[in-house]
């Protein structure tokens, strides 16, 4: 019997401490509704990032509480070349309460904090540290891995003693929270060198940059290296490339390192991770299809560069298109002619590249048969788009479409795209050249200039002028300064995690000619909405574009070169300071206004959806943004339809307003749900149900 006792001692308690508006099972239903809204271990395989600069991810660093921050730190060993050193710590905020990480293959652990080992390459958080910490190496050779022109099984990074280009590995997370947490990733050099997050050189390096439309390009040239072109030219020539491919959401930022040509590479060039390159330094840009504008296509295909990637049947695509668009490109902007570009195209019409089907991998003849053959049947898909639309359509219609979608791409996503903007006969083709050893002849000037060099329509894009809306709420802009973040954008919002964010955009026919346009909407170089329709010269339409972010962070967003920075908040980011309910006393029926005040509970900006609490349950729901150091206040009004003393809770703030005639004794025992006789009342039936039980 004493133990019951404590038992019902320890339910009385329970109830008495809860928030007032929130009984003991709504509690514990609240609890609940947070293991299993998280899972028993959320996971996330993410990829480093910029120096200093978060990845596409999370694009600005931020003090918040409700982010994983996480920063790597690289270190060359010039006296051990075999290996490089890596140093990853982490900030973990309050929302998580359990951390595990693994780290790549070829990783040797040399020392931890905070972190305990459960296998060769797995560690779990101990909790005991706010910032745990592992160091480790990584090899830094490889060889064997395709890129622009492949010569054969040389290296695809190296370390020379003097200098190295080596990946950045990679740390699978997983963990479990009580409220939705984002990851912020940041890499650093210890020493000389670079880095764009997932390409790092060690050694001295000069950096040149060129920002065009809110793309930021860097290219690293390292001391040892001697350049073919000129920093401005190969700059020049990946601007260039920007503008004309019009294949979705552009990067916020690409890093490419010209590494020197004093040892035996493998590629002529290599795309890895996001949106990081390097190109061998001897490399002009007057070939048939230079690596630069190669590798910077290659940073283009977010299809290709996402986990699920391609099917087997689409995975020709990837070189395909690289090599065909960097000899268009190429072609394009004045650096070859066509005699060149038609030699490049002509290889695909040769054995061994020519005896097999592209979607069949297994009937290759040649390891580069999707780089050679690829680039004719891109290119003849390319060419028939046009004509058959007068111009209108090409295959960077095709690659935007498969850039929007976050699955693999398969062969039915491709055929489809090509057959919605070229019609059946096109598709025809494109099937017979792909599931087939058919090919293609190479088109003569005559057919280029038919289907390349009609106008087309041009079109201008940007943020429209009407409200931001978030949750149906009008919201407001601010500056980044205001918004306590340090953003390349004029412009910042702070929305709540999880809740819909609809800007404005507007799109305008700037060319000569009625043509579709695409509008789309990035969040950190991903499309996350997009409109289509046709305009005549001159005419502008507006759109609203919405986007909802799942996880806290600092995104950009983007419509054509517009920019602007959102900063997503969880609701711990607030903290609810007064509740105010007036008029303090009404009539059954008639409306209460109650009034939230908040401010940032950290130290940057905060963001939250409040709940408006009565005994019922959510009256209403209002989405709030608050600045750093600042306050806000949300309202909500409310009815009651019988009369009592009832609480309203926000956060953990309560008022009481009095509904109707009541006496003095309603002061306690009248609030519905919350009186002490309610208390009293369900603790006497709990005992009452125990001793039955007893009985039984």
Same mark, same amino acid.
């Given at each position: 019997?004493?133990?019951?006792?404590?038992?019902?001692?320890?339910?009385?308690?329970?109830?008495?401490?809860?928030?007032?508006?929130?009984?003991?099972?709504?509690?514990?239903?609240?609890?609940?509704?947070?293991?299993?809204?998280?899972?028993?271990?959320?996971?996330?395989?993410?990829?480093?990032?910029?120096?200093?600069?978060?990845?596409?991810?999370?694009?600005?660093?931020?003090?918040?509480?409700?982010?994983?921050?996480?920063?790597?730190?690289?270190?060359?060993?010039?006296?051990?070349?075999?290996?490089?050193?890596?140093?990853?710590?982490?900030?973990?905020?309050?929302?998580?309460?359990?951390?595990?990480?693994?780290?790549?293959?070829?990783?040797?652990?040399?020392?931890?904090?905070?972190?305990?080992?459960?296998?060769?390459?797995?560690?779990?958080?101990?909790?005991?540290?706010?910032?745990?910490?592992?160091?480790?190496?990584?090899?830094?050779?490889?060889?064997?891995?395709?890129?622009?022109?492949?010569?054969?099984?040389?290296?695809?990074?190296?370390?020379?003693?003097?200098?190295?280009?080596?990946?950045?590995?990679?740390?699978?997370?997983?963990?479990?929270?009580?409220?939705?947490?984002?990851?912020?990733?940041?890499?650093?050099?210890?020493?000389?060198?670079?880095?764009?997050?997932?390409?790092?050189?060690?050694?001295?390096?000069?950096?040149?940059?060129?920002?065009?439309?809110?793309?930021?390009?860097?290219?690293?040239?390292?001391?040892?290296?001697?350049?073919?072109?000129?920093?401005?030219?190969?700059?020049?020539?990946?601007?260039?490339?920007?503008?004309?491919?019009?294949?979705?959401?552009?990067?916020?930022?690409?890093?490419?390192?010209?590494?020197?040509?004093?040892?035996?590479?493998?590629?002529?060039?290599?795309?890895?991770?996001?949106?990081?390159?390097?190109?061998?330094?001897?490399?002009?840009?007057?070939?048939?299809?230079?690596?630069?504008?190669?590798?910077?296509?290659?940073?283009?295909?977010?299809?290709?560069?996402?986990?699920?990637?391609?099917?087997?049947?689409?995975?020709?695509?990837?070189?395909?298109?690289?090599?065909?668009?960097?000899?268009?490109?190429?072609?394009?902007?004045?650096?070859?002619?066509?005699?060149?570009?038609?030699?490049?195209?002509?290889?695909?019409?040769?054995?061994?590249?020519?005896?097999?089907?592209?979607?069949?991998?297994?009937?290759?003849?040649?390891?580069?048969?999707?780089?050679?053959?690829?680039?004719?049947?891109?290119?003849?898909?390319?060419?028939?788009?046009?004509?058959?639309?007068?111009?209108?359509?090409?295959?960077?219609?095709?690659?935007?479409?498969?850039?929007?979608?976050?699955?693999?791409?398969?062969?039915?996503?491709?055929?489809?795209?090509?057959?919605?903007?070229?019609?059946?006969?096109?598709?025809?083709?494109?099937?017979?050249?792909?599931?087939?050893?058919?090919?293609?002849?190479?088109?003569?000037?005559?057919?280029?200039?038919?289907?390349?060099?009609?106008?087309?329509?041009?079109?201008?894009?940007?943020?429209?002028?009407?409200?931001?809306?978030?949750?149906?709420?009008?919201?407001?802009?601010?500056?980044?300064?205001?918004?306590?973040?340090?953003?390349?954008?004029?412009?910042?919002?702070?929305?709540?995690?999880?809740?819909?964010?609809?800007?404005?955009?507007?799109?305008?026919?700037?060319?000569?000619?009625?043509?579709?346009?695409?509008?789309?909407?990035?969040?950190?170089?991903?499309?996350?909405?997009?409109?289509?329709?046709?305009?005549?010269?001159?005419?502008?339409?507006?759109?609203?574009?919405?986007?909802?972010?799942?996880?806290?962070?600092?995104?950009?967003?983007?419509?054509?070169?517009?920019?602007?920075?959102?900063?997503?908040?969880?609701?711990?980011?607030?903290?609810?300071?007064?509740?105010?309910?007036?008029?303090?006393? !009404? &009539?059954? $029926? /008639?409306?209460?206004? +109650?009034? %939230?005040?908040?401010?940032?509970? #950290?130290? *940057?900006?905060? @963001?939250?959806?409040?709940?408006?609490?009565?005994?019922?349950?959510?009256?209403?729901?209002?989405?709030?943004?608050?600045?750093?150091?600042?306050?806000?206040?949300?309202?909500?009004?409310?009815?009651?339809?019988?009369?009592?003393?009832?609480?309203?809770?926000?956060?953990?703030?309560?008022?009481? !307003? &009095?509904? $109707? /005639?009541?006496?003095? +004794?309603? %002061?306690?025992?009248?609030?519905? #749900?919350? *009186?002490?006789? @309610?208390?009293?009342?369900?603790?006497?039936?709990?005992?009452?149900?125990?001793?039955?039980?007893?009985?039984?």
């Amino acid at each position: 019997m004493t133990s019951r006792f404590v038992t019902l001692a320890f339910v009385v308690l329970l109830a008495c401490s809860l928030p007032a508006g929130v009984g003991p099972l709504e509690a514990a239903a609240g609890a609940e509704s947070a293991a299993s809204t998280v899972g028993p271990d959320e996971s996330f395989a993410v990829s480093a990032a910029t120096t200093d600069v978060p990845s596409v991810d999370v694009a600005t660093p931020t003090t918040s509480s409700d982010v994983l921050h996480r920063t790597t730190t690289l270190r060359h060993r010039p006296s051990d070349t075999d290996v490089f050193e890596v140093e990853t710590a982490f900030r973990v905020p309050d929302s998580v309460t359990e951390l595990e990480i693994e780290l790549e293959d070829g990783a040797t652990v040399e020392s931890t904090t905070g972190f305990e080992r459960t296998g060769e390459r797995t560690l779990e958080w101990t909790g005991d540290a706010d910032e745990p910490t592992v160091r480790y190496t990584m090899p830094a050779d490889r060889t064997g891995e395709r890129g622009a022109d492949a010569a054969g099984e040389g290296y695809s990074f190296v370390d020379t003693g003097e200098w190295a280009v080596v990946p950045v590995p990679d740390v699978a997370i997983s963990l479990r929270r009580t409220d939705p947490v984002g990851i912020e990733k940041t890499v650093r050099v210890d020493g000389p060198g670079a880095t764009g997050g997932d390409i790092a050189f060690f050694g001295a390096v000069t950096e040149r940059e060129r920002t065009v439309d809110g793309e930021r390009f860097r290219l690293a040239v390292p001391e040892a290296a001697t350049l073919e072109e000129s920093p401005d030219a190969i700059l020049s020539a990946l601007a260039d490339a920007s503008d004309r491919l019009e294949v979705g959401a552009r990067p916020d930022e690409t890093f490419v390192v010209a590494v020197p040509d004093t040892v035996d590479w493998g590629p002529r060039g290599i795309q890895y991770g996001a949106s990081d390159a390097w190109v061998v330094a001897d490399e002009p840009l007057d070939s048939p299809n230079p690596a630069w504008l190669h590798e910077y296509v290659h940073v283009r295909q977010r299809f290709a560069n996402t986990a699920d990637g391609t099917t087997t049947e689409t995975e020709w695509v990837v070189e395909g298109q690289a090599d065909y668009h960097a000899g268009l490109l190429a072609l394009e902007a004045g650096y070859t002619d066509f005699e060149q570009f038609s030699r490049l195209l002509e290889r695909g019409t040769e054995s061994p590249y020519a005896d097999g089907a592209l979607a069949d991998p297994t009937t290759w003849e040649h390891d580069r048969t999707d780089y050679v053959n690829g680039a004719l049947v891109a290119g003849e898909i390319d060419r028939q788009l046009r004509v058959a639309t007068d111009g209108d359509r090409t295959l960077a219609d095709v690659v935007r479409d498969l850039n929007a979608d976050d699955d693999a791409v398969t062969e039915a996503d491709l055929l489809g795209s090509i057959e919605a903007y070229g019609g059946s006969a096109v598709r025809t083709d494109a099937e017979r050249y792909t599931r087939t050893d058919a090919t293609p002849a190479v088109w003569s000037r005559t057919d280029h200039r038919a289907a390349f060099d009609q106008s087309v329509a041009s079109f201008a894009s940007g943020f429209g002028t009407g409200p931001i809306e978030v949750a149906g709420e009008e919201w407001p802009r601010w500056s980044a300064s205001e918004a306590g973040v340090e953003a390349g954008t004029d412009e910042a919002i702070v929305v709540p995690a999880g809740e819909a964010v609809t800007v404005p955009a507007t799109v305008g026919n700037v060319g000569e000619r009625e043509g579709t346009y695409d509008l789309t909407l990035g969040a950190d170089g991903r499309t996350v909405d997009r409109r289509q329709g046709t305009l005549a010269p001159g005419e502008e339409r507006s759109h609203r574009l919405s986007w909802t972010p799942a996880e806290p962070g600092t995104y950009v967003l983007r419509v054509g070169s517009e920019r602007l920075t959102a900063v997503v908040r969880s609701a711990p980011s607030v903290t609810v300071t007064d509740l105010r309910l007036e008029p303090e006393s !009404v &009539d059954p $029926g /008639e409306a209460v206004t +109650a009034t %939230a005040t908040v401010e940032a509970a #950290g130290d *940057g900006s905060g @963001a939250a959806v409040l709940a408006f609490r009565t005994v019922d349950g959510v009256a209403a729901e209002r989405p709030v943004a608050v600045r750093p150091d600042g306050t806000a206040t949300v309202e909500a009004q409310l009815r009651f339809d019988e009369a009592g003393r009832y609480e309203v809770g926000v956060g953990e703030r309560t008022a009481t !307003v &009095d509904v $109707g /005639e009541t006496g003095p +004794a309603a %002061a306690i025992d009248d609030v519905p #749900g919350f *009186g002490v006789s @309610a208390t009293l009342g369900s603790v006497l039936l709990l005992f009452a149900t125990v001793l039955a039980v007893r009985r039984r």
